[in-house]
């Protein structure tokens, strides 16, 4: 009877312990798909927002010819120089201007080239055709010498792509190309904006076809372009192939082949025969409109330390569940033996003695449990990290609305007043020297504001990026504390004026760190969102300053007040303390202040202390040396 007991305790046990490991693979197998997935809308994402980039500047050239359709050769090199998107987005191949020329004027078209400076010049192919598109422009001109003269209209691919724009009005993409001025072969497209006569009436492919002045164009080599999207690190756990289906509008789309691949990231790669096997569940197919072209992007992911499952979780589980249900079963019999044999003494000293060797192995059980449980709570601080850079995106996109917003505002009303000029001009037979200073002004006024709004985005966009990149990568390099803290300030200020937190910053100039500015900056990060959710809950605005002091030649002490609802002396105790929360369920995790006592103690090699009372604000101290020994490495925070 007792054997039977402790056996069937041991059988529940081990079924319990199965599936748990059961549970804990499907968990895993649903991470790995996640975790795919997630990977592969990144890459399609990252692509579809650089292309859109380069789409915006094709717009923004478009809109300079719609305000001058006339510009020269000098003005457009100059346009396109300031744009410095060699620096800024690097990936494409060249900016192009195509003029539209009819044939009776072919001949007067290439005399003006040639008297602008180019006396080789000459339109290449030959043909005789009613109207030809030349490539006029071409930014670079080195490296891109084949293109220039170019005419478009003997090449039925462009020419097609030519004809959808003119007539649609909207960017165009050509299909798979190989570029003149490419010797190596690589798959490329055009993407191309018309250029419409100004003043002209554009309702229908009829009147658009009549006021066609020319195209603008961005030039693309595939495989440099994906080269800047994709992060290298990536591309050894996925394998990407982008397949050109053709246009949206044709009836049929295209039947993948080697002529309609447009990129392959194990194409004449060495590592592509070494590759690891594909994993059959995990692969994607995802389309993606460029240029009234569907692209679609095949994604397959591959056995490696991203994809794998990790057996040590089920292994563990495993032995402690085993080990667990023997012990439970031994438990049950020995209880029982012990109830029976209590009127022995010698007997129950013998029994007692054997419990004590279970406890032992119990205890030991249990510390490798705890081991677990501590690798859980290091994933939990990763997540709460990548939390906060998630809320940091939130608020740079909302931030962004204003001046973006501010611009198109601006521009629209620039648009109105060119219409109105233009009108009074088409109906008055003149323009009065008053009325031309008044517009002239108001055009400057529009531009300042546009000028004002657009620096305003790029500047938050360039203090995200910086924290965004600190924050991700980790790395330890110089950087100022005025400019950290600045960077971080500027990624919160939407929800510092949704809360009408007024910031006060007191730094002095200058001074240089050694160290971790991500770490800083996440620091800083959780002391602000603390005190959002904390400090300022049930208030209509608060206070915030930020002031720091040179104490010595090798340390700062940086000190964040608020003059919150503070901290009661219970509270205060536990503020360090792991998964403690005053707003549990409310959007607090009780991670955050831990975060910042292990990167500050830990990663920044400082000190931190917290001053606080009830109804008074709290006080965080923070002391810093301004650069670590050579060989210090970052602790896991």
Known sequence: MLKSRGYLAFIVGLCLTLATCQIVLTAQRHQIRSNFERDAEKVVRDTETRLQTYFDVLLAIKGVYALDDGMDRQRFQRYVNELKLDQRYPGFQAIQFVRRVPEQRLQEFSNSIRKAGYPAFSVHPASSLPLHYVIEYTEPLKGNEAAFGLDLAA??????????????????????????????????????????????????????????????????????????????AMLEHLHVRIQDRGYRQDATPLTPSAHTLMYDSRAGSAAAAAAPAALEDLAAQMPMVVGMRQWQVEVQGHAGSRYTRAPWPVVLIGIAGVIISALIAALLVSTRRMTVARHGLEYSLAELERQKLKVEQARADLAALTETLKQAQTNLLTSEKMASLGALVAGVAHELNTPIGNSLLTASALSDMVRELEHKLANDGGLKRSALEAHMQDARKACDIMNSSLTRAADLITSFKQVAVDQASGQRRRFKLDDVVHDTLATYAAQLRRSACNVTVDLPAGVEFDSYPGSLSQVLSNLIGNSLLHGFDGRDCGAIRIEGRLESPDAVTLRFIDDGVGMSPGTLRKIFDPFFTTKLGQGGSGLGMNIVYNIVTGVLRGTIQVESQAGQGTTVTLVLPLQLPPEEQPLQA
């Open 155 to 232: 090449l039925p691919p462009h020419l097609r792509a030519l004809q959808l724009g003119r007539d649609s009005g909207q960017i165009v993409a050509t299909e798979r190309i190989t570029l003149v001025q490419d010797s190596s072969g690589e798959p490329g497209f055009v993407a191309r904006a018309p250029v419409y006569r100004n003043g002209a009436l554009l309702q229908t492919a009829a009147q658009r076809e009549a006021a066609l002045v020319g195209f603008v164009a961005i030039v693309f080599k595939v495989n440099t372009l994906m080269r800047e999207v994709i992060d290298p």
